[in-house]
């Protein structure tokens, strides 16, 4: 007669993996993406595929040097990849891009423990020590140069640092559709709520942190007396509240460790953008609530429902 | 407050199958464990003659049961025989005459009062027919008769595949009535909840319909959310009372009672003849034609399965109960037990187990816990082999329900780290007591 299995209950399970989630945040950023290429040009798109590809890689061959169990297939460097990639200029020296994606990979990620281990989002730290390391090209910015206006190439002032200056804002629908110098894949905010909102329908993120991050900024915005919408829809609000502030790993699992984390996002970044000497803090802000993050955790771990004490 | 939970596929092919008495087989395996407590005490020996109802084993203890033969027949030896757990426990085999003669003492219980209403119960072999296998009298005894407040019936049959208390309500509805009933005026409780699924509108609408002309009855319909049968979050979503940490549902009045027990205990008290028979769901993906059958308790899986029409491909993994909280059996050989309320037989590709992946720390097994505990936190405690973060932790407040590994998208084997991280925690608290006494 056949063996029969013998496992522990339960003895179904979800359909959801892991592989399915990176999947679905690779589908709700594919819209950035293209958007990327029609506003910046297909530079963007060299961007892109080189950090996806470097991100890969970088996984790869640190498991196989560690003799680790190989992840590469659960997607989430190529999610990585992506959003460093997005939080470039499209003018990035594809070395540095390739430098930054092995920071994310293997410094950030792979060096504590790897997926689901590490402490702070891969894609903004390694943005962040790209920002210290080539402080030059990670601040140049050119008008958007693709297919939507093809003119060449010009430097231009972020909304966010003309804002600062008191320069010229584009249009409230120029900052909506993207097109406005700034990174690769935070300019078009059309995209990124559309990516929001598949994430939400697919319950892979859920409302709590992006609101409170969105909100918080909003509110602050508004109280300071500055350009409320104009505050929202540029620099890298909308994809970090939406993709990277929703980060498994890095940010707290509870709903009301969500809203605090997302409150702390706004609050920093507001912080840093009205008051710091950098235009944008976005990166800053989750950075350092990601550090945060195992207190917020702590201090919001649900109850267990033990009902009080057996008389 | 809203208990977490998760929708699970429900499975109920077999809800509009009223069940078939299955033709006793060859022989029967009786195990002296098939409820929580000491085994019972075998009182026959190899070649004693016996007849449904006679009996087999009497209740060893205060917790135990007793245990009468399911089928007419000779005795043929007392064997040792390995149970889901993987221990050994004596088994009681009888070779069936196939005449199924009911033995002659089989007569109504003299009940009257109290006293002489728990004393039947006891009688009568029964436990939790839901799949805990607690023995029923149990929940009765108290010094005090005040502390019953209300009775929460259990037909919520959150289980995928199962359907066996769906059909104790569509086809023996009066008897749990007459349960209710006996519950009144032998125990005096007034009120009465009877907690179902919507996902039974048939069931429910019978429970309705006798519930208008009873007083005290309320049917509460509670949505198909698993684990809306297990006992605390039944007791929460009928009552909103919380049955405290290491205590009984007693501890706040409540009697939680499964439905197809009740409708037992009434038709005990009315035939005398003890639990010797199960209706059972037959259903899995290995199973050729799903429904319910009325087998005798010791009949083999195999016999069952056989005779309730065969299996489409061997079966790979088979369970006593559902997919959620269901044993895996280690052999067709098992038999039927009390508490057998589904056999489920899954094919190769069923029975598959998920491939385990690193935690992603999203959160859902926290978040879809019905007793709000950390499962990941749980895990992380345990491979550290932290005894004091466990008991932090409440671990020994999990009820196995199995939503974390259900909902857990890198299927992490959060249930069996659960049950590890209790005997952890076990271990711990019996050595700090032997410490201090």
Not at chain 1, 72 to 89: I, K, Q, R
Not at chain 1, 119 to 148: D, K, Q
Not at chain 2, 3 to 30: E, F, M, Q, W, Y
Not at chain 2, 333 to 353: F, G, Q, S
């Amino acid at each position: 007669m056949n063996k029969l299995i013998s496992t522990v209950s339960p003895h179904f399970h979800t359909t959801r993996t892991t592989q399915k989630i990176m999947l679905d945040v690779i589908i709700a950023l594919c819209p950035t993406a293209i958007a990327s290429v029609v506003i910046f040009g297909w530079r963007a798109m060299l961007v892109i595929a080189v950090c996806v590809g470097v991100c890969v890689l970088s996984e790869f061959l640190f498991e196989k040097l560690c003799k680790r169990e190989n992840t590469v297939s659960d997607l989430s460097s190529v999610v990585t990849g992506m959003l460093l990639a997005f939080n470039l200029p499209v003018t990035i020296p594809l070395w540095q891009a390739a430098i930054g994606s092995v920071a994310a990979i293997i410094v950030v990620k792979q060096l504590f423990g790897g997926i689901g281990q590490n402490f702070a989002n891969p894609a903004i730290t390694a943005r962040i020590i790209m920002l210290v390391a080539f402080s030059g090209e990670m601040t140049h910015w050119i008008a958007p140069a693709g297919f939507l206006t093809p003119v060449d190439a010009a430097t231009s002032a972020t909304p966010l640092a003309a804002m600062t200056n008191g320069t010229e804002l584009p249009s409230y629908l120029d900052l909506f559709l993207g097109n406005y110098g700034g990174c690769i894949g935070e300019t078009c905010s059309l995209t990124l709520l559309l990516g929001g909102v598949y994430l939400l329908i697919r319950r892979v993120i859920s409302w709590h942190t992006p609101v409170a991050f969105i909100g918080t900024v909003a509110l602050l915005s508004l109280i300071c007396g500055k350009d409320v919408l104009a505050q929202l829809l540029s620099g890298g609000l909308l994809i970090a509240a939406i993709f990277m502030a929703t980060d498994y790993a890095t940010t707290p699992n509870t709903k009301w460790g969500k809203i605090i984390f997302g409150v702390g996002c706004g609050l920093i970044t507001i912080l840093i953008r009205f008051w710091g000497n950098y235009p944008e803090g976005v990166s800053y802000s989750i950075l350092i609530m990601n550090i945060l993050t195992p207190y917020i955790s702590k201090l919001t771990r649900s109850k267990p429902l033990t009902g009080g004490v057996k008389p | 407050m809203k208990l977490h939970g998760i929708h699970v596929p429900h499975k109920k092919n077999t809800a509009d199958c009223a069940p078939v008495r299955l033709a006793p087989p060859k022989t029967v395996s009786i195990p002296m464990s098939m409820h929580i407590g000491r085994p019972a005490k075998p009182v026959v020996k190899r070649g004693d003659e016996v007849k449904v109802g006679t009996l087999i084993a009497e209740a060893d203890g205060y917790i135990s049961a007793p245990i009468h033969a399911s089928v007419s027949g000779k005795v043929q030896k007392i064997d040792e025989m390995t149970v889901s757990n993987g221990s050994k426990v004596p088994c009681v085999i009888i070779e069936s005459d196939g005449l199924q003669t009911p033995d002659a003492n089989v007569t109504p219980p003299d009940v009257h009062d109290y006293d002489s209403f728990v004393e039947a119960v006891k009688n009568s072999g029964s436990v939790g027919l839901g799949g805990a296998g607690f023995p029923t009298f149990v929940k009765f005894v108290t010094k005090d008769m005040s502390v019953f407040q209300e009775v929460v019936i259990n037909a919520a049959e959150c289980e995928p595949y199962i359907t066996s208390d769906t059909r104790t309500m569509l086809d023996r509805a009066d008897a749990v009535f007459r349960g209710i009933d006996l519950l009144k005026t032998y125990l005096g409780i007034k009120k009465f909840i009877i907690g179902i699924e919507n996902n039974k509108p048939a069931a429910i609408a019978e429970m309705r319909r006798l519930a208008a002309k009873t007083d005290g009855v309320e049917v509460r319909v509670l949505p198909a959310m698993y684990p809306q049968g297990g006992e605390k979050v039944l007791i929460f979503n009928c009552t909103g009372k919380i049955v405290p940490k290491g205590g009984l549902p007693l501890d706040v009045g409540v009697i939680v009672i499964n439905v197809t027990t009740l409708a037992f205990i009434a038709e005990y008290l009315e035939t005398g003849m003890p639990l010797v028979e199960k209706c059972l769901t037959v259903d899995g993906s290995a199973v050729k034609a799903p429904k319910n059958v009325i087998a005798p308790i010791g009949m083999s899986i195999a016999d069952v399965l056989e005779a309730a029409g065969g299996v489409k491909t061997a079966p790979a993994k088979v369970l006593y109960g559902g997919p959620m909280m269901g044993l895996t059996v280690p052999s067709l050989d098992c038999p039927i037990l009390k508490n057998t309320n589904a056999i489920v037989a899954m094919d190769a590709r069923e029975a598959k187990p998920p491939k385990t992946t690193p935690c992603i720390s999203c959160g859902a097994c926290v978040n879809h816990c019905p007793l709000r505990l950390d499962p990941r936190s749980i895990a992380i405690a345990y491979k550290k082999n932290s005894a004091e973060e466990l008991e932090t932790l409440c671990v020994d407040l999990c009820m196995e329900c199995g939503c974390c590994a259900y909902i857990c998208p890198a299927h992490r084997p959060l249930v069996q780290t659960n049950k590890l991280a209790k005997f952890v925690l076990r271990q711990y608290q019996s050595n700090k007591k032997e410490g201090k006494g």
